[in-house]
């Protein structure tokens, strides 16, 4: 069972409390885009043996969108943060080093 | 005008715990910035309380009395034949303000949940440590019981308050009945 902690609330939400969306920081490319960027921007998604970051919603519970680092190899979690960034906070960054060491995550290692 | 009723009509239901509808309410939905004096000092004034509720309590009773349900909403308790008029007071006094108030109180349902056993009735539908040292008097969480939405909290040492959607009141009474029923103890806690 997945347990994360909702940034927001506080509540240690186990996943019947979660719904899952999908990838995170992603940058959207709308009306003017190149197809290239488009269509990488609509289909093109990691697809790591360990280190990923996801946005979780809380959805039976405060309701927030947030992010959440993880291993999907061992299920390990490295952390949670809100939504309102564009990057994993630094100090989240440092953890997954020391645990992960030589991790690349799309611009992140 | 039509009687206003509530969805259920005060259903009840004795097992090891007595779960019951609770009539009609005066619910609003109010959303704004919990960290600005003015909106929390309107808030307040409409709900009878002293101060709004920390992050994930309850101030107050059905009667008067705020829930918080997340960083930007909070849900306000008042007599169902003032709903209207609070509402009212609420627009005034933050006019243009940036916030919401909302009058949900006939789309939502209340239900209470008592008897010494009361923990032990949540405890079985909803994904939340109902253990006396995790959650007490006072204690709110916004979740779910079985498959649907709800938000609970504890009224007193062996009660709950529980709101959810009126649509689902039917499904949330025979759920609650089915946890409390007599032969379901489990003797946990
Ligand atoms: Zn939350």
Known sequence: MLTLQCPYCGVMAEETELSAGGEAHLKRFGPGSTDADFETYMFMRENPKGVHFERWRHANGCGKWFHAARCTVTLEVFGTYPAQTSVPPADLLDKIRAARPGFKWREFE | MSEAISALAGANTEGFARVSELGLHGMITVR???????????VCAVAGVDALPAIRKMVGTLEGGIAWMSPDELMVFVPYSQVVERVGQLNETLAGQHFLAV????????FGIDGAAAREV???IAPVDLSPEAFGVGDLRRTRISQIAAAFWMSGEESFRLVCFRSVAEYAFKLLGTSAAKGGEVGYF
């Open chain 2, 32 to 42: 704004g910035n919990q960290s600005d004096a003015a909106f929390a000092k309107a």
């Open chain 2, 122 to 124: 949540l405890a079985k």
């Open chain 2, 103 to 110: 009058n949900v109180s006939d789309a939502r349902a209340v």
